[in-house]
Every structure is written in C-alpha cells, then in structure tokens.
C-alpha cells in the first residue's frame, strides 16, 4: 500500500481508538466510585466540540511559540506512529519522542504566561524522573534481545516468548511510565487539579482540542509499544483487548488513588525505578 | 478577511496539497515521512484556526487581559 | 494492508453507533438513571449485534467484514446509550451470543 495511505490510516486508527480508550478509563473510574460516569465516547466528542469553540489567545503568551507548541506536540505523536505500527522502527525513537513530550509539557506551560502554566512547567521538569525508568527498560530489552527494532523484537519473543515473562520488572516499570501519563493518575502532577489544569489552562478551545488529539494518539501509542515489546505477535484483535485491559486496569489503579504531591511523586517512581532496575538486572545475571 | 484568516488558509491548502501529492505520486520514503510529519499537524492546526469560533471585535480585548498582570 | 482499512472501518462503525445510541437515548429517557427495567429494543439490538460479531461466520452471504460492522454498529447502540442505561441488555447480549460461540468453536 501507498507509505502516505498508510500513515493517514494508522494516525485516523489511533486517534479515534484512542480517544474511545481515554473514554472507557473515564467510565472505569466512575464505575468503581458507584456513579455513572460520562458515555464512553465523550473524550471524542469534546475533542471534536472544542474545535468549534471560539478560542482566546491571551495577552501573556509568547505567541507563535504558544501556538506552535501544540503543534509540536501531534508532531511527535504523529512521528510515534510512523515509527510504531508503520515502519516498527528503533526504540530509541520513542525514548526521544518521550523525552520531547517533556519539553513540550514544560514550554506550553511557560510559554502561555501564567503561574499556573509556570508551575506545571518546573513539575514537568521534576517530573523527568519518571524517564529514567524508560531508559533503563530501553537497556535492559537491549541487554535480552540484543536489538532495539521493535520488527526484530517481535520476531525474538515469537522464537523466545512473551518478555513480559522473561523481563516482569522491565514491564512494571514501563507500566508505571503508561500509569504517569493517564489522566487522574497519582503520578500526575504537571496537571493536578491543584494547578488548575497545569500547563494546558491557558490554552483554551481550538488549542485544547488539538492537545486533546495528540494526547488520544499517544494513549494509543503507548499501549501499543507495551504490547508489542512485552507480548509481541498479536493480530489486531488481540491489540484491541490488551489494550482494553490496561486501560481499564489503570483506571481502576486512577479511581483508587489521589494524586500525590510533586515531592512524592517523584520520590515513588524513582523507588520503583530502583527496585525494577536492580531487580532486573539480578534476574539477567542468575 | 483578517490576518489570521489568510494565514491558515494558505497553511490549509498548502497542507492538504503535499498530503495530496504524497498520496498520488509516490515520492521516496523519506519524503513522504517529512510531509506527514510536517504536514499532518499543520492541516489540523489550519483546519482548526479556520473553523474555530470568533468572538465580537469590540469584546476581543477584555478576553485577552488577564486577572494576574500587573503585579 | 486490508487489515487497517476493516479495522478503521469498525472503529468508525463503532463511534457512529455510539452517537446514534446517545442520541435516541436521550430523546427516549428523560430522566437520569433512577428504573432497573431492560429495554425491549435495546435488548433485541445487543443481541443482534453480538451474534452478528462472535458468529459471523454462520452467515455467508454477505462478506465477513460487513457482517462485523454492522455488529459493531449494533453493540455500540447499546452501549453509546445514556448512562446507566444499556447496561443489562449488554451483558445478555454478550452473554448469548458467547454461548453460541462455546457451542460452535469448543464442542462442535
């Protein structure tokens, strides 16, 4: 098939199957708070409502940049796909991709001028501690499988089996990475309510939309790396069902915890960074 | 038309042209992941900025002040 | 490359079907989820649209990828409806139709 039909397909698949996930875990987790929570295709709907809705730019932001943040952002997410489902490329890619999905959380908040964009821009920052994990499952997958191309990953586990048995820890610290970046999360201090919305508050109708669309394609995107590098071989049904546990296992974990302070925060995904570091490599060695 | 009116529409149609030429003629595989790079937030970003609401001119100023300046 | 565009197909299916089942739900129930009572139509529907997707292979006229959506499009009725509601025609939908399943891949 044409290369430009098949990134259009896989960015339209993932955005939608995104944003019906990101629905489904709101739905979760009002479930388990006994109430009924909103219809699962409410994410997508608002993402759609918002670029219809009369958008402000204010006074305070620093304008091209303010805008052209969020455009960042689909930018790198969009790039996730290419290297994801399209090509099933380098690894180190998503960790770059990740790593920009930082900076853009740190500049759109301080490029819009106010304190709270300015106080989810240095938790954003704090907040890196949660890359050192992902950098460490990135090793140790290159420590078991000798490669980083996720084709080549594939093609291990299918002669192996699934790393999610052979690396458990590598998987939970991965997991905890997909828990940091899923809305209500404890680990999600750049956009606690405390902050009002963090470094999105200031960026309002057209610009909350796209941010919203960019956000559903990287829900996706994660998902589909953690199935892929920690189960590996699945048809598209399987992706969809992996896919729906998670996200309805997170939401359970999301509905069950508050968010935890930005201190605590960083303080528990770096002890869990440690024990699944250490951990994995005690289990490489014997 | 206003500035930011002519600026996404230029933008948009610029988008979906290269989008359209990736699509019809194939070029080689780098050039097609420049485009949707480049090319696939952009014609959102445009689409956006043209189908987004516009408020009154004349209130336009009170809903860029913001509460927090000044101190 | 067929695989993404049925995939699209019903994820497009499924969104369409969600919308179309919380607007009739919401012109059809005017008060926010107080009765336990099953719905008669969505009941039909859900079991419809479960048999349709677990069995498609019973039916052979039509391709298999139309049989799929068009479940899907069921399912998403019921599911799409206002909150609270379509919870139980749902999980007997589902629950029939997986019957019919065991009963055709595990035992025959």
Known sequence: MNLMANILLNVIISFLVGSVLLGLQRKVMARIQMRPGPPIIQHLLHTFKFFLK?????????????????????VIWVAAVIVGPVTEGSL??????????????????????????????????????????????????????????????????????????????????????????????????????????????????????????????????????????????????????????????????????????????????????????????????? | MDKLKAVSWFIFVISVASILYALIINPPNWIVYAISIVFIPLSILSFGLLSMARGKKEEEEDKRKEPFIGY | MYDQIFYLLYILSFVIGSIAGLVFSYKKYTEPFITRNIDLIALILAIIGWMLVLNYPLISIIPSFVTIAIGVFLIAIVIGMRPGYGRYETIIGFALAGLIWILRTVIL
């Not at chain 1, 896919?243 to 935890?260: D, E, G, H, R, W």
């Open chain 1, 54 to 74: 009369e958008s402000a730019f204010p006074k305070t932001a620093a304008m091209p940049f303010y805008i052209a943040i969020t455009a960042m952002l689909c």
């Open chain 1, 92 to 286: 180190l890619l998503f960790f770059a991709i990740y790593a920009i999905h930082k900076i853009v959380e740190h500049n759109a908040g301080s490029s819009s001028g106010s304190p709270y964009g300015k106080l989810s821009c240095v938790r954003a920052v704090f907040s890196a501690a949660a890359e050192v994990p992902l950098f460490a499952v990135l090793i140790i997958i290159y420590l078991k499988t000798g490669t980083m191309i996720l084709s080549n990953i594939v093609t291990y586990q299918n002669q192996h089996g699934a790393l999610l048995l052979s690396i458990p820890l590598a998987a939970l610290m991965f997991f905890v990475l997909i828990l940091s970046k899923s809305p209500y999360s404890p680990f999600a201090i750049t956009k606690g309510k405390d902050i009002v919305s963090g470094y999105e508050t200031e960026h309002f109708g057209l610009l909350r939309g796209y941010l919203m669309f960019s956000e559903s394609i990287a829900w996706y995107m994660l998902l589909w790396i953690f199935l892929t590098v920690f189960i590996g071989g699945l048809n598209p049904v399987g992706y969809l069902i992996g896919m729906v546990v998670i996200t309805a296992f997170v939401a359970f974990i999301n509905a069950l915890t508050p968010i935890l302070n930005p201190n605590h925060s960083v303080m528990t995904q770096v002890t869990l960074a440690f024990i699944g570091i250490v951990g994995s490599v005690i289990l490489l060695l014997y």
